[in-house]
């Protein structure tokens, strides 16, 4: 049972450059998520699918753009990365309205320089 | 002001001692809430789910209670083991038209020693 997956799991990028981070659920859930996670902070969310085909901004969403490609797939894109974009990022998964458990990934870790 | 405010931030105590978290809430309106636990270098794992008219569930060790009218929870640890050292995070869920909404605390850091 994979669950939700993530990758990469580590990243180094230099400022201005971009990047897609990847993430698959394979339990057909509709709900999708992304959260960045900075010490002394709690998970903010920076963008979510509500369902396929839909995506709206959370918490944090500038200088992010997410791509909702199928009900498995939901990625997250720096277009220009930026030092304060550095964070360990996790996606999660859902199964919805009522359904609230959010299943996550094991994480990036994103460093920018 | 962070709408899940958890304490204490960290905590260490000795194998076999019981621990409590707490957490306070302004999220409304309030859905459910979650207790998760993430180990270091990785995605937080759910211990329990209380709604609005539950007060407390068990999971094995793990005790969590709800008191609904003060917006406070707490997650009680009988006898920890050392595996239990890790962040536990308080999640409060609220049900939007564009789905569910989590709101995550900051977490308690615990570290259980020998």
């Known amino acids: 049972n994979a669950g939700v997956t993530q990758t990469p799991k580590f990243q180094v990028l230099k400022t201005g450059q971009s990047m897609t981070l990847q993430c698959a659920q394979d339990?057909?859930?509709?709900?999708m998520y992304w959260y960045r996670q900075d010490p002394g902070m709690g998970l903010r969310l920076i963008y979510y699918?509500?369902?396929?085909?839909?995506?709206d901004k959370g918490e944090v969403p500038n200088g992010y753009n997410v791509s909702r490609l199928n009900k498995r797939e939901f990625s997250l894109r720096l277009e220009s990365a930026a030092p304060s974009q550095t964070s360990v990022y996790f996606c999660a998964s859902s199964g919805g309205q009522g359904h609230t458990e959010a299943f996550f990934g094991q994480g990036t870790r994103l460093t920018v320089v | 002001k962070n709408q899940v405010e958890q304490s204490p931030q960290s905590l260490i105590i000795l194998e076999g001692k019981n621990c409590t978290l707490q957490?306070?809430?302004?999220?409304?309106?309030?859905?459910?809430l979650r207790w998760y636990k993430q180990d270091t270098g990785r995605g937080p794992v759910s211990l329990t789910i209380?709604?609005?008219?539950?007060n407390t569930k068990s999971n094995g060790r793990y005790t969590a209670t709800l008191d609904a009218d003060t917006k406070q929870s707490s997650l009680h640890i009988t006898a920890s083991q050392l595996s239990d050292s890790a962040s536990y995070i308080c999640v409060v869920t609220i049900l939007t038209g564009g789905g569910n909404k989590l709101t995550f605390g900051t977490g308690t850091q615990l570290k259980v020693e020998l």
């Open positions: 699918s509500a369902s396929e085909g839909t995506t």
């Open positions: 339990m057909n859930h509709n709900s």
């Open positions: 209380m709604t609005f008219s539950e």
């Open positions: 957490c306070n809430y302004t999220v409304s309106p309030f859905s459910n």
